[in-house]
């Protein structure tokens, strides 16, 4: 019991910290692409955001929804990607973790500050100026439409997670096969070498 919950600790403490990370960089990154950009080129940067965020909640349920069973024979035949994709499934929690509650809430919280630059860059486009109400109006119009399609965007996600959950599992395998091949990085460590060095 102590264990479980020295490991839970251990991984909310890296997680968060993981987040605190990774939002101060999307944060600085948008905010630099954002600056100067016309409004039109910056909704686009936002709903790119949205999409990040929407992408990586489908992953994430996708690996919560996966069996592992299928895979077995592809890793036994040496699949590339195969053994990843099992790797991703047994660490599903964590996995989604990272997809859904660390890259998909950061993706919600930068595309609404961003939102709010586009929105501020729209207002001040009018030559002649625009009245409060306007520019309220403006305002809730497209946070209403970033929202909408975060929402959406994440229910349609979801159904298709669930529905081809293998399949893409199956491809994000491929993609962390490819990353360590070239790049010797390991998202998962092996438990199993880890249990024999003990003994």
């Given at each position: 019991m102590r264990t479980i919950l020295r490991n839970s600790i251990r991984w909310s403490v890296s997680i968060a910290v993981i987040t605190f990370v990774l939002a101060a960089l999307f944060s600085i990154v948008s905010t630099s692409i954002l600056?100067?950009?016309?409004?039109?080129?910056?909704?686009?940067?936002?709903?790119?955001?949205v999409w990040i965020g929407i992408f990586f909640?489908?992953?994430?349920?996708a690996a919560t929804a996966a069996d592992e069973i299928p895979f077995h024979s592809m890793a036994s035949n040496k699949v590339h990607g195969a053994k990843h994709s099992i790797q991703i499934i047994r660490n599903a929690d964590r996995f989604a973790s990272f997809c859904n509650d660390v890259i998909g809430d950061i993706s919600g919280i930068i595309s609404g500050a961003a939102a709010a630059i586009v929105i501020a860059e729209l207002t001040?486009?009018?030559?002649?100026?625009?009245?409060?109400?306007?520019?309220?109006?403006?305002?809730i119009i497209m946070t209403s439409v970033i929202a909408a399609m975060t929402v959406g965007g994440k229910a349609f996600g979801k159904s298709i997670a669930i529905r081809y959950s293998r399949d893409i599992i199956?491809?994000?395998?491929?993609?962390?096969?490819?990353?360590?091949?070239?790049?010797?990085?390991?998202?998962?460590?092996?438990?199993?070498?880890?249990?024999?060095?003990?003994?």
């Open positions: 600056d100067g950009l016309s409004w039109g080129i910056g909704m686009f940067v936002v709903l790119v955001i909640d489908m992953v994430g349920i001040l486009s009018f030559k002649m100026g625009v009245s409060s109400v306007l520019e309220y109006s403006i305002s199956f491809q994000v395998g491929k993609l962390l096969y490819f990353l360590e091949k070239h790049t010797k990085i390991k998202l998962f460590k092996d438990k199993k070498r880890k249990k024999k060095k003990r003994k």
